[in-house]
């Protein structure tokens, strides 16, 4: 009797116990990198299927836009600094609707590019200065390469520009304004901040995506 408990002791005790007990634990590890792999494929899905909501890259990619739009009006208004609000060209047209950039870049894009070309060359008091930076999108739209217009709009390339965009913008309307707190006090700040707070919204997001 006492040697059957020894052995049954052994059993348990043994190297064998070990083996099959770390064999297990790898088991369970490996279980557990399945079903996290599984849960951040299914999150990314339930984000993308998210847009059709409300709440995915398409409606914010149009806040983004409307955003860089509200700010060129701002800047021909009353947001008159030495910041190079130039750069929302280039953010407009890796933000551009892809309806809208669709009919830019076609037919209707390059004839209202042509009139703007000619108002600018030869009729330039017909030409006023708010329609500068609108027909520079517009020509940038149309003759950019297949490079910028099919490859890096929507890719991490263009994603990183708008993000690089938006941190400059933000960062000298800070300095501008005499810091961060003035920022949202002095003046038109508040909603000069919170247009340019919106330009970060597409760009967060779209990396979110793409890491996840």
């Known amino acids: ?62 806040l983004a836009f409307v955003a860089a739009v509200y700010l060129l009006i701002l800047d021909r208004t009353n947001w008159k600094t030495n910041m190079m609000t ?19 870049r076609g037919e209707v894009g390059k004839w209202i ?19 500068e930076l609108p027909g520079a999108i517009i020509l940038l739209t149309v003759v950019a390469p297949s490079l910028f217009a099919d490859t890096f709009r ?19 309307h800070i300095k501008a304004s005499g810091g961060f707190r003035n920022a949202f006090r002095k003046g038109n700040g508040v909603s000069n901040s919170i247009g340019i707070l919106l330009l970060f919204i597409y760009p967060v997001w779209a990396l979110v995506l793409n890491f996840l």
């Not at 020894?6 to 557990?32: H, R, V, W």
């Not at 108002?119 to 030409?127: I, N, W």
């Open 1 to 62: 009797m006492a040697k059957g408990f020894a052995s049954y002791l052994a059993m348990k005790t043994g190297p064998e116990a070990g083996d099959a007990s770390a064999a297990a634990q790898a088991l369970i590890e490996a279980d557990l990198r399945e079903i996290g792999v599984a849960a951040r494929k299914l999150a990314n899905h339930a984000f993308v299927l998210g847009g059709g909501l409300g709440f995915g890259t398409s409606f914010l990619k149009w």
């Open 86 to 104: 130039a750069l929302l060209v280039p953010y407009v047209f890796f933000t551009l609707p892809h309806v809208l950039f669709s009919l830019i």
């Open 113 to 131: 590019a042509i009139i703007a070309v000619i108002l600018r060359l030869f009729f330039p008091r017909h030409f006023p200065d708010w329609l």
């Open 154 to 172: 929507g890719h991490l390339v263009g994603i990183f520009i708008c993000l690089a965009i938006g941190c400059y913008l933000l960062s000298e």
